[in-house]
Structures are given as structure tokens and as C-alpha cells.
């Protein structure tokens, strides 16, 4: 199992939080650094010092890390035209040697589009807006050296792009896929994804989406065990009850419903709960949504007491 830290940054936190935290979660032995790609916060959080932009914050990243991998769960196809963001994570993955998984969605936060004047088309044009900026990031960073990419799509057209620069990774770095939608989601993910990814849900609404995921795959002919399954959860973990229950009020949540709504409790709840939802669900991959930046040892107790059980 995979295990990688999630954090909200738009809740409040610098770039400095960021890099405290990118660096334990590469000391401890983590998978993988991950944030939120918003431009506001959510609930009644205070927000300060205010957002920090996701790309720039994983290019800063990249150069002062070394080995965990770096993404967003998930950018928003509202936030940025697809051409500008292929050239941005390809730099991004050139930056760290070729540690970007990509995670991108369709927009889904109103607030936030409304504050800072972003466009948020309704639903069914915002997934055609998504299906298209898949096709035209995937499609630059495939293009053979030396080649152009052109599209002509209802949102994007393109002429001749020359596709550069290219990513590390070739022929791409991994795209992230998630979401709940029953139809037109696990259709893109079939074409598209090399992880799909559930958040905050439970294993039988999880399951049950991976299924639909894979009897997507399997239409267009694609084996579905090419697909990694991943899951994000809000995590708050224990040495004891006491402790369990201070970290569950440091992020503003009653200890029964975080409980049965996250990855929360004792060390050995904690592993059992994983281990439950890893069973019904197949997941190999788990996000820790990590909420309070500032306790570093809580990823240092996750690792040297629920990992090494995993």
C-alpha cells in the first residue's frame, strides 16, 4: 500500500508550511506530497496568509526534494487553458526528475469562481471543457520530438502547437482521474487514466464506482487492471484515545464523526479501518488528508506505527 500525504493549503498555509511538510513527508518515508489545487477557503477556517498557486508551489518543491513524487488532487480544468498547464507540469516534472503525477477535474467549487472571477460553466459544458483539456495535455505531451499537435475542438482549437516542452517522463507523466459521475467520469477514465481516485467516500460507494470503471475499460478494449485504485481520507491517529481525540480538535471535528468518516482513532483502529477498506475496494494507493500542518508528528507516528503494519 502506497501511502501519501494530502494537504489543503488553501484552509491556511505558506509556502513555508508546505515545505515543512513536503520534506517530513520525504523523511518519513512517504510516498508522495500532494496538494489541493483552490484558490479559497473552505468553511470557517481563517485562510490566512491566503492561497498559494498549486504549480508553483510543486515546482519550488521539486527542487527541494528528492525523492517523493508531487501532484494535485485535483486541478481544475476552470483554472487554466490546457495548453498553458501542459508546459507547466512538464516543467514541473523536468524540475524534480520526472516525479509528477497529474491530477485534473473538472471545477467543482462555485465560491471560488465566483470571488475571483473565473468562469464556471454548467455541468455538462464543464466535463466537455475537461474531456477536451485531457485530450490537448495528454496530446502535447505525446507528440513525438519533432512533430506538431494541432486540435480542433467546440473550446480549443490549436494549430501546429510544436508540443514543448516535453516532461520527464515519457511518454507522459501518470494522470489522476476521480470522481463520482456514472457515466461520462469512468468513460474518461478508461481513455485517459492511470489512477483513479474515490475521495471521502465510503468502500461500498467506492466499489462500487470502481466497477464502473472498469466495465468502461472494458468497452473500449482496455485491460482494467492498468488502472491504479486509490482512495483519499481525512486522517487523525492516536498513540491513545487522549491523543486521538486532541488531533481530531485541532481540525475541528468530533472524534465519533471523524471516526466514521475518515481514518481516525488509535494506531490499531486506524490499521484495522485501512485494512477493511483496502479489502472491499481493492484500493493500492491511500491519500492522507493531512489538516493540521503544523503537527509533524503525527506523519512521523503514521509512519513508524500504521505503515510499517501495512
Not at 65 to 83: C, E, K, M, N, W
Request: glycine share 10%; charged share 25%.
Amino acid at each position: 500500500m502506497d501511502l501519501r500525504i494530502f494537504t489543503e493549503p488553501q484552509q491556511g498555509a505558506s509556502y513555508d508550511d508546505l515545505l515543512r511538510v513536503a520534506k517530513a513527508t520525504e523523511d518519513n518515508g512517504f510516498d508522495a506530497f500532494f496538494r489541493s489545487d483552490h484558490f479559497l477557503k473552505m468553511g470557517s477556517a481563517s485562510g490566512l496568509p491566503g492561497p498559494t498557486d498549486a504549480w508553483v508551489t510543486l515546482g519550488a518543491l521539486a527542487r527541494e526534494t528528492s525523492r517523493i513524487r508531487l501532484g494535485t488532487l485535483v486541478t481544475a480544468a476552470t483554472f487554466r487553458h490546457p495548453s498553458v498547464l501542459a508546459i507547466s507540469v512538464a516543467q514541473v516534472d523536468q524540475m524534480s526528475g520526472g516525479r509528477v503525477d497529474f491530477g485534473l477535474g473538472s471545477g467543482w467549487y462555485d465560491a471560488e469562481h465566483e470571488a475571483y472571477g473565473i468562469p464556471m460553466p454548467e455541468i455538462k459544458e464543464r466535463f466537455d471543457i475537461y474531456a477536451e483539456q485531457l485530450e490537448i495535455i495528454t496530446g502535447l505531451w505525446e507528440t513525438p520530438d519533432g512533430e506538431t499537435f494541432s486540435f480542433t475542438g467546440k473550446h480549443y482549437q490549436l494549430s501546429d502547437a510544436p508540443a514543448l516542452p516535453k516532461p520527464a517522463q515519457s511518454p507522459r507523466p501518470p494522470v489522476i482521474i476521480g470522481g463520482g459521475g456514472k457515466k461520462r467520469t469512468p468513460a474518461l477514465a478508461a481513455r485517459f487514466a492511470d489512477e483513479f481516485n474515490v475521495a471521502f467516500v465510503d468502500a461500498a460507494t467506492g466499489a462500487a464506482q470502481f466497477e464502473r470503471v472498469d466495465a468502461a475499460c472494458r468497452e473500449i478494449g482496455r485491460d482494467p487492471s492498468g488502472i491504479i485504485r486509490s482512495a483519499a481520507q481525512v486522517v487523525a491517529v492516536g498513540k491513545d484515545d487522549a491523543e486521538f481525540a486532541r488531533r481530531a480538535a485541532a481540525i475541528g471535528r468530533e472524534t465519533a464523526e471523524v471516526k466514521q468518516n475518515g481514518l481516525a482513532g488509535t494506531v490499531a483502529e486506524v490499521v484495522d479501518s485501512i485494512g477493511r477498506y483496502r479489502e472491499a475496494t481493492g484500493i493500492t494507493r491511500l491519500y492522507l488528508q493531512v489538516l493540521d500542518l503544523s503537527d509533524l508528528d503525527h506523519l512521523e507516528l503514521i509512519a513508524s506505527e500504521v505503515a510499517r503494519q501495512l
